[in-house]
Structure formats: structure tokens, C-alpha cells
């Protein structure tokens, strides 16, 4: 369905928070429902590098995909309005974050640790380097951690919203 704001706010969207927190999924729905574009950056990066993520991570190690990861997000075609969801360390490098809240609207999709181990524990944790190939309690324990060290940068964003409880109708007016 088209934007129904005449006032079409030609900002981009940044979804931001943990792996598993749905930007992907969520990203994808809510450019649907308001007909803007969709970019996935973790799939702009496999697109422009044509390797996995977690090859990527492999062969060239975690630095060098925070590097090419900046250097994608600030180069992404936004000359129109679009929802982008981004990786989950994404705004936890560089000036990333402060990027994001200078182009366009920021949304945190928060989840306590709890509910993201739950979500993360149903998908294939080897497409998500980041995760150490951990699952079970180490998994829990190291996403607790990782969430407190992330979340002052989440929190940044212009917009936090409790996942759990997300309508998308809310995300649509917070989009615009
Ligand atoms: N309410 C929900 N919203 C979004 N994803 C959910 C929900 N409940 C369960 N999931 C699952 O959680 C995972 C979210 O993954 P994804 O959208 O890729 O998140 P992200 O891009 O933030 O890492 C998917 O496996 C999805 O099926
Ligand atoms: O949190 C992270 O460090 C990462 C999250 C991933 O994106 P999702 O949050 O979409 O899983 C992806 O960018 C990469 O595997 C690293
Ligand atoms: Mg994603």
C-alpha cells in the first residue's frame, strides 16, 4: 500500500538493535505496508563483496568488515525514501550511529537478552559470525554481555520501541 502522508518524509529509516531483534523481517513488512524502498545492509554487503558474512568474517576478519561496512552504510542510494535495516553492530563503530541520527529517523527495536536467546536459538547461529558459534547457556551469557556493551549506542536512536509489543502500524507513524 502506498504512503498514505502526502507530506512523504524522503528521510530514510534506520532500524537498529541485536541480532534476532527482527529488523530484517520488520524492515521488510514496513516497507511493504508504506511503499518505500528496502535495503538490507547485510545483504548490500553481500551483494557488492559476493561473499557470505560469515565468510567474509573468515577470510578477512571482524575489522575489516566494520570498515566495509561503514563505508557501505554512507554510501547507500537513499535519494529516495527507503527503510533500511541494519546489522546489529553497525552502530557501534565509527560515527556510525551519529551518521544515521544526522540522515535520517532512527528506531531502536529493543529486547531484553532473554527473548532474543529464544529467537536465536530457532535460526542457524553460523550465519551469524558474530555469535561465536556459542548456543545454549554460553550463548545467553554472551548476549547478555554483548547487549549491555551495546545498548548506550542503541540507545541513541531517535526512537526506542519494545519489540516485543510492536505493532506495525505504530513503526509506520514513527516512520514518518
Ligand atoms: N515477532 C517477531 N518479529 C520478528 N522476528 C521474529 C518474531 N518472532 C520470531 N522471530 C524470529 O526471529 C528472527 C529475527 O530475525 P531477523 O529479522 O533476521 O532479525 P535481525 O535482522 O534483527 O537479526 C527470525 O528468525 C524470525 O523468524
Ligand atoms: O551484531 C553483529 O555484530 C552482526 C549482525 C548481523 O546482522 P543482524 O543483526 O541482522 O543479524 C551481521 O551484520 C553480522 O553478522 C554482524
Ligand atoms: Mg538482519
Given at each position: 500500500m502506498p504512503d498514505e502522508n502526502n507530506n512523504t518524509n524522503t528521510k530514510a529509516v534506520f532500524l537498529i538493535g541485536f541480532?534476532?531483534?527482527g529488523k530484517t523481517t520488520w524492515g521488510r513488512k514496513l516497507a511493504n505496508q508504506t511503499g518505500r524502498a528496502f535495503i538490507d545492509l547485510?545483504?548490500?554487503i553481500v551483494s557488492e563483496t559476493g561473499v557470505a558474512i560469515t565468510d567474509y568474517f573468515a577470510q578477512h576478519g571482524e575489522c575489516a568488515f566494520r570498515e566495509l561496512e561503514?563505508?557501505?552504510l554512507k554510501n547507500l542510494p537513499l535519494d529516495?525514501?527507503?527503510i533500511v535495516s541494519t546489522g546489529g553492530g553497525a552502530p557501534c563503530y565509527f560515527d556510525n550511529m551519529a551518521w544515521m541520527n544526522k540522515t535520517g529517523i532512527t528506531i531502536y527495536f529493543y529486547l531484553p537478552a532473554k527473548a532474543l536467546w529464544d529467537r536465536l536459538m530457532q535460526t542457524d547461529v553460523s550465519t551469524r559470525p558474530a555469535l561465536n558459534g556459542?548456543?545454549?547457556e554460553a550463548?545467553?551469557?554472551f548476549i547478555e554481555t554483548k547487549l549491555a556493551e551495546r545498548d548506550p549506542y542503541y540507545r541513541q536512536a531517535g526512537h526506542v520501541v519494545n519489540q516485543?509489543?510492536?505493532k506495525l502500524e505504530e513503526l509506520v507513524k514513527l516512520a514518518n
Amino acid at each position: 500500500m502506498p504512503d498514505e502522508n502526502n507530506n512523504t518524509n524522503t528521510k530514510a529509516v534506520f532500524l537498529i538493535g541485536f541480532m534476532g531483534s527482527g529488523k530484517t523481517t520488520w524492515g521488510r513488512k514496513l516497507a511493504n505496508q508504506t511503499g518505500r524502498a528496502f535495503i538490507d545492509l547485510d545483504e548490500t554487503i553481500v551483494s557488492e563483496t559476493g561473499v557470505a558474512i560469515t565468510d567474509y568474517f573468515a577470510q578477512h576478519g571482524e575489522c575489516a568488515f566494520r570498515e566495509l561496512e561503514s563505508r557501505i552504510l554512507k554510501n547507500l542510494p537513499l535519494d529516495r525514501p527507503t527503510i533500511v535495516s541494519t546489522g546489529g553492530g553497525a552502530p557501534c563503530y565509527f560515527d556510525n550511529m551519529a551518521w544515521m541520527n544526522k540522515t535520517g529517523i532512527t528506531i531502536y527495536f529493543y529486547l531484553p537478552a532473554k527473548a532474543l536467546w529464544d529467537r536465536l536459538m530457532q535460526t542457524d547461529v553460523s550465519t551469524r559470525p558474530a555469535l561465536n558459534g556459542l548456543s545454549g547457556e554460553a550463548l545467553l551469557a554472551f548476549i547478555e554481555t554483548k547487549l549491555a556493551e551495546r545498548d548506550p549506542y542503541y540507545r541513541q536512536a531517535g526512537h526506542v520501541v519494545n519489540q516485543l509489543s510492536l505493532k506495525l502500524e505504530e513503526l509506520v507513524k514513527l516512520a514518518n
